[in-house]
């Protein structure tokens, strides 16, 4: 089963993403992770799009589509998070590797400007904390690696209502493009990621996309 997650930045495509890719063994494809990675790593990639990644727009759709068509076109199956994120790099999925299931987050923003804003990162393991909302857990450093968490650049207050906004114009139209071929869901992403999980699960269930 192809499936992609929609919904804005801080909604949770990628906690309930990495959930799923566990439970039932779904290669997980995320962008901005491979993205971060690049940029980390230091590669000729990572070099290109630092700086779109670290004010909050979006890499061009050549660079993103380069990174994700040729694996995308071996696999049957794959979750992806944040990709795509443009009606081009949709379309351009769609006909190497046809998407069976959107995932659209509904969630509000005040609930994703708190959720990014409170979110620190440990830099040398990846784990997500979170400072905010029912996740409370006023955490300086990460529980495996000893290491102060650190707030991810974009993260920061000015940056994520830009992200917001790019959201707004480039990404949400893609709700109506998924709606028109009949592969769009809804899911509401309030509440903690067990709650969303399970609603994640019956959404998907209902509609026979995971085989158990
Ligand atoms: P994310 O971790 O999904 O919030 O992505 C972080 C950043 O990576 C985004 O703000 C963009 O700068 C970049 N990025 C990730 N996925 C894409 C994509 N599909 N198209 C363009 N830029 C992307």
């Known amino acids: 089963m192809r499936i992609t ?3 804005p930045p801080g909604s949770g495509k990628g906690t309930q993403a990495e959930k ?7 290669p997980h494809i995320s962008t901005g992770d491979i993205l971060r990675n690049s940029i980390t790593k230091q590669t000729e990639i990572g070099r290109k799009v630092k700086s779109y990644v670290e004010s909050g727009r979006l890499v061009p759709d050549g660079v993103v589509l380069d990174l994700v068509l040729g694996e995308a076109r071996q696999m049957e199956s794959f979750v992806m998070d ?3 994120r443009t009606l081009v790099q949709a379309e351009r999925l769609d ?3 046809p998407i069976e299931i959107s995932v659209f987050f509904e969630i509000s923003e005040a609930t994703v400007v708190a959720r990014l804003t409170g979110r620190r990162i440990c830099p040398v393991c990846g784990r997500v904390y979170n400072l905010s909302g029912d996740r409370a857990v ?3 450093r990460c529980d495996e690696c000893s290491v102060s968490l650190v707030i991810r650049e974009d993260d920061q207050e000015n940056i994520v209502r830009r992200r917001i906004e790019i ?15 009949g592969v769009l ?3 509401s992403a309030e509440g903690t990621p067990d709650t969303v999980y399970r609603r994640l699960k ?5 509609d026979d996309s995971l085989k158990i």
């Open 202 to 206: 019956r959404t998907l269930l209902e």
């Open 167 to 181: 959201y707004k114009e480039e990404t949400l139209p893609l709700r109506e493009y998924y709606r028109k071929k």
């Open 82 to 84: 944040g990709f795509p």
């Open 20 to 26: 799923l890719s566990a439970e039932f063994d779904i």
């Open 95 to 97: 006909e190497i590797a």
């Open 185 to 187: 869901r809804r899911l």
């Open 5 to 7: 997650f929609l919904g």
């Open 138 to 140: 006023a955490k300086e």
